[in-house]
């Protein structure tokens, strides 16, 4: 279709007025890190643990995306810029919606965080889940390490393509050095500082 030919419509409820209903600020939780860093885990944690405080909050999980908005896209460089952009979309429609979203994403290159980051303007947060590559192996919660290393997968982050650490994370989660339990701590408290409203649920 012509883009002429497409003209967004104003909402009728703004963003300030659904954050003083939620009580907190709209936005987007964007955590990045290889395959067994532990982005899902503390992902579904953290809405386990601050819905129960009120907040109105939802996780887009990098398998679960592409189990249906993203089942057309492979793995190739293009397809994956492509599912990025896509989750980056849909994280900036939860948090102008006034929701908090956590995007759990290997997002192995820094342009398309970047793109990501561009579609939520300055509402998006880039937590980096560090763990080393040889933790990660050890750990191998779905066999990938192991399938990549036999061939059975190409161009899988860390192993035959690169992965690129943010520069300038939000804030950074070693889940070498901590349990579970510490690192969503350490996530409640930022967003705590980063999202809440006064009197908020956060």
């Known amino acids: 279709m012509d883009p002429r030919n497409i003209a967004p419509v104003e909402h ?11 009580a907190h600020l709209g936005g987007v939780l964007w955590l990045t890190g290889l ?17 129960r405080d009120g907040v109105q ?17 492979g793995f190739s460089r293009k397809d994956r810029g492509e599912n990025i952009r896509r989750a980056g979309e849909v994280a900036a429609l939860f948090a102008y919606a006034g929701f908090l979203c956590i995007a759990a994403f ?22 980096y889940v560090r763990a080393d590559l040889a933790t990660c192996e050890q750990r191998d919660p779905k ?3 192991r399938k990549a290393r036999a061939g059975e997968i190409a161009n899988f982050t860390a192993v035959d393509d690169v992965y690129e650490p943010p520069e300038k994370p939000s804030l950074v989660i070693d889940t ?12 409640v408290d930022y967003v705590t500082t980063s999202f809440r409203l006064e009197g908020g649920p956060v």
């Open 106 to 127: 290997i997002s192995p290159y820094r342009a398309d965080r970047a793109a990501a980051r561009d579609a939520a303007p300055g509402r998006f947060h880039e937590v």
């Open 176 to 187: 070498t050095k901590s349990d579970v339990e510490c690192c969503v701590t350490q996530l």
């Open 35 to 51: 395959s067994g860093a532990g982005k899902s885990t503390l992902a579904f944690a953290l809405e386990e643990r601050l819905f």
């Open 143 to 145: 066999g990938l390490y």
């Open 12 to 22: 009728r409820i703004t963003l300030c007025d659904r954050e003083r209903r939620n």
């Open 57 to 73: 909050v939802y996780v887009l999980d990098g398998d679960n995306v592409r189990y249906g908005l993203n089942a057309d896209l």
